[in-house]
């Protein structure tokens, strides 16, 4: 694939989850969808240069970490990009961008059934106890913390 059927085809991606991001922005949580789309645009350019980065620069590196770097370049104290970037960016909830991801993520799924049934059952049982050692790990550091906090 060349840069610019990689880049036509990342941003059409890209387009795509911003503007589901912007319906459940919009509809759940009360944001104004003009006011969201600078926020929404500034991070599909975030992830379009990342995506870019992590083809072209030849670390291992996944584009989710130069799209964090980039972020918080943008976003550090000193930056002179700080406000206005922070002003556009935190009228996008956080909670609005699960949607496109979680469906992203059931559709990776879906692909990789094939493998998936090669390991059966091991992947269920690994799975329960991940799912409980998070849960109840999360749970002991929750009851320390707000014990030591005085709060119960």
């Not at 589901?20 to 922005?25: D, M, Q």
């Not at 645009?41 to 130069?66: D, N």
């Not at 390991?119 to 550091?141: D, E, H, P, R």
């Amino acid at each position: 694939m060349d840069r610019a059927e990689f880049v036509t085809n990342a941003l059409a991606m890209l387009v795509v989850v911003g503007i589901i991001t912007l319906i459940g922005n919009t509809v759940g949580y009360d944001a104004g969808l003009v006011e969201s789309i600078p926020g929404i645009a500034l991070i599909i350019a975030i992830g379009i240069v990342s995506l870019f980065l992590a083809r072209e620069i030849p670390l291992e590196l996944p584009s989710f970490a130069y799209a964090i770097f980039i972020a918080m370049v943008l976003a550090l104290p000193f930056s002179p990009t700080q406000e206005v970037f922070l002003r556009y960016t935190d009228r996008i909830s956080f909670l609005a961008t699960a949607t496109p991801i979680l469906a992203y993520a059931g559709l990776s799924v879906s692909l990789q059934m094939d493998r998936f049934k090669q390991i059966g059952w091991k992947l269920v049982v690994v799975a329960v106890f991940v799912f409980f050692g998070t849960f109840f790990g999360s749970a002991i550091i929750a009851q320390a913390v707000l014990s030591f906090q005085g709060i119960i």
